[in-house]
């Protein structure tokens, strides 16, 4: 059973920089696939960002130059480097896993999720 724990969200200003990372637990890191997504109030969960097994990635168009996904499989450690941050970009941010390969935007992919960190920008 694959858990997940996230951390490093917080308040910052238009323009700021937050990291966040998310602890795996459970399973073999290296079998999963996984991606950030967020949720704003009254809005639908969307993907942020995805890493396949062999780390490649990709990002929505909306975080594209600013964000970057990353992992570290000695401490099956999930990150999400946020840059240039805009107060749209503000929401509950969860990170999700999956064990077959392959991206995948859509929540319903995903059978695993932590409880989210939150971000806001003002």
């Known amino acids: 059973h694959v858990q997940l724990v996230e951390s490093g969200g917080g308040s910052v200003q238009a323009g700021g920089s937050l990291t966040l990372s998310c602890k795996v637990s459970g399973d073999d890191f290296g079998r999963l696939s996984m991606a950030w997504f967020r949720q704003a109030p009254g809005k639908e969960r969307e993907g942020v960002a995805t890493?396949?097994?062999?780390?490649?990635?990709k990002y929505a168009d909306f975080v594209k130059g600013r964000f970057t996904i990353s992992q570290d499989n000695v401490a099956s450690i999930l990150y999400l480097e946020m840059n240039s941050l805009k107060p749209e970009d503000s929401g509950m941010y969860h990170c999700?896993?999956?064990?077959?390969?392959?991206?995948?935007?859509?929540?319903?992919?995903?059978?695993?999720w932590g409880q989210g960190t939150q971000v806001t920008v003002s």
């Open positions: 999700a896993a999956r064990l077959q390969a392959g991206w995948r935007w859509r929540p319903s992919d995903y059978p695993y």
């Open positions: 890493i396949d097994r062999d780390g490649s990635t």
